[in-house]
């Protein structure tokens, strides 16, 4: 079995694994049923309150997960996407309540720009929950030799993907009537923002 075989047959079991995403390893889970996030928190020593993000093969796998993202955020999010964001949109439907935290009414989403193992799993299995493979305030992993070793042993399965940006993605929050910047990341955002407000304006014109 390939290391591919064996992280889709783990998620699928609602084990956790690592995967090399295109900014950080991840330890990923299933993201349908509550208790593999729960098992992914409890590997990582990460606070069940803390939210995640639903991470998708591409933007229509993406929508179909979330329904409620048509129109403008679903315009946003193929401006940006794949790339190294994370982008947080309106959840009014509530989906995924066991990865958004205590803001069910919002979630964070991502399409990385992956090649490789990491996309021969993703378009297997759809979507992850993902969160970067460390543990809490520790630095992100570049490579799987920087993955903490209790979580590389209590992962299923770590795929290698060699050495990657060692950045998070850059989280930019679109909740609101002005997109706000979480966390400056892997990917610029003040680029972001500009192609955003272009898109906006052309649609209202």
């Given at each position: ?26 330890l990923?889970?299933?993201p349908?049923?509550?208790?593999s996030?729960?098992?992914?928190y ?7 309150t803390?939210?995640?993000?639903l ?8 929508l ?23 982008l ?7 989906r ?13 989403v ?6 490789g ?5 993703l ?59 979480l966390?400056?990341?892997?990917a610029n955002p003040?680029?972001?923002l ?12």
């Amino acid at each position: 079995m390939t290391a591919v075989d064996g992280a889709v047959s783990a998620i699928r079991a609602g084990r956790p694994v690592v995967l090399p995403f295109d900014t950080v390893y991840g330890l990923a889970a299933d993201p349908y049923r509550d208790q593999s996030t729960r098992s992914m928190y409890l590997l990582k020593g990460r606070d069940e309150t803390k939210p995640s993000a639903l991470v998708a093969c591409d933007v229509d796998y993406l929508l179909e997960c979330v329904p409620e993202l048509r129109g403008r955020s679903a315009s946003i999010a193929r401006a940006l996407l794949p790339g190294a964001f994370t982008l947080v949109f309106p959840n009014p439907a509530q989906r995924f309540r066991w990865l958004t935290g205590p803001t069910p009414d919002v979630i964070g989403v991502r399409v990385p720009d992956v090649v490789g193992s990491a996309a021969h799993v993703l378009g297997r299995v759809g979507a992850v929950v993902a969160t970067s493979a460390n543990h809490p305030g520790g630095a992100d992993p570049a490579s799987l030799d920087e993955v903490p070793r209790e979580i590389l042993e209590g992962a299923a399965v770590a795929v290698d993907g060699g050495r990657l940006l060692g950045r998070p993605s850059t989280v930019i929050d679109f909740t609101g009537t002005e997109p706000r910047v979480l966390r400056a990341g892997a990917a610029n955002p003040d680029h972001a923002l500009d192609r955003v407000a272009s898109l906006l304006a052309g649609a209202r014109s």
